[in-house]
């Protein structure tokens, strides 16, 4: 038996600082990101935590969707408030990138990866996705939500077959029943000091603990961005979070948004 999602011992961990409390603790809602926009254009605080047990409209990027049954998986969404320019906010989602993989390395050392820009993964399959989405006011942030979606304790089979062969969960990765609650704790706990260290040092201090879990590096890879698809192999991350891409020895690209696929070594 899974063990509940506990709103209020997840306020009262050490490790539930300012993000996490004020705690939206819900049963079923559409989607925790479409709450969390909600709260924030109430005047919902920075640190405004939604975490529900199932969604029944659980948004990815481009109108995805994120398969979210009840009673197994991890749906949150974080409200903040950076007084940064608009076109910072992308690094939010590598920000959160780096957080979750840090909080899932303590079950799973060694094996966590981040691929850009919004995907981590254990041993290549995507256990995790982020969404976030930015509302502005007279030209500058009035909120951005972080949506963080992760795959607990749903056995394999009953990932949607659609993606199955490239997902995973925490309960296929470690072989046992993870408590939700210990988990949002420990990705609050991580975020919350990757947030404080991009608010006052900027993205390149965040960089710098994204790197070591980029399973794109020195890979050759593919990203399609609408209409546009661009080949290379990733050379890292720029000072603001572009993925940088080498087309050909020396020519370098800063890709800026996507969805990466790695290409079979020849
Ligand atoms: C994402 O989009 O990966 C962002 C997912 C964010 C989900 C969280 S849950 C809490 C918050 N509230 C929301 O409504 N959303 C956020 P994208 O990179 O576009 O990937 C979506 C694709 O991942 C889908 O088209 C499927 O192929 C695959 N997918 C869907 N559900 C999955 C799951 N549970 N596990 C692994 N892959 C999944």
Redesign the pocket.
């Known amino acids: 038996m899974t063990p509940p999602l506990n709103g209020e011992t997840l306020c009262s961990l050490p490790a539930g600082g300012r993000f996490g409390c004020p705690l939206h603790r819900f049963g079923s809602v559409e989607?925790?990101?479409?709450e969390a926009l909600k709260l924030a254009a109430r005047g919902a605080p920075e640190g405004t935590v939604v975490i529900a047990d199932e969604?029944t409209?659980?948004?990815?990027?481009?109108n995805?969707?994120?398969?979210?049954p009840p009673g197994c998986?991890l749906?949150?969404?974080l409200v903040l408030r950076p007084a940064v320019e608009p076109a910072a906010a992308p690094q939010l989602t590598l920000t959160a990138g780096a957080a979750v993989a840090k909080a899932l390395s303590r079950w799973c050392p060694g094996t966590v990866g981040v691929k850009w820009p919004?995907?981590v993964m254990i041993r290549d399959r995507?256990?995790c996705?982020?969404?976030t989405e930015m509302r502005l006011s007279g030209g500058g942030i009035s909120s951005v939500i972080v949506?963080?979606?992760v795959?607990v304790n749903?056995p394999r089979n009953e990932?949607?077959p659609?993606?199955r062969a490239?997902?995973t969960s925490l309960l296929e990765e470690t072989g046992r029943a993870t408590d939700r609650t210990v988990l949002a704790a420990a990705l609050l706990e991580e975020l919350e000091t990757l947030y404080d260290l991009w608010i006052r040092d900027g993205f390149p201090a965040v960089r710098t603990h994204w790197l070591p879990y980029s399973v794109l590096t020195g890979k050759r890879i593919r990203v399609a961005f609408q209409d546009e698809v661009e080949e290379g192999t990733a050379v890292g991350l720029d000072e603001d979070g572009a993925l940088l891409l080498e087309e050909s020895p020396g020519a370098r690209k800063r890709i800026l948004a996507g969805?990466a696929t790695i290409l079979k070594e020849s």
């Open positions: 989607s925790t990101n479409l969604q409209a659980g948004r990815g990027r481009l995805r969707s994120w398969q979210s998986n749906y949150l969404s919004n995907d995507k256990v996705g982020i969404l949506g963080i979606g795959n749903i990932l949607d659609a993606f490239g997902a969805d």
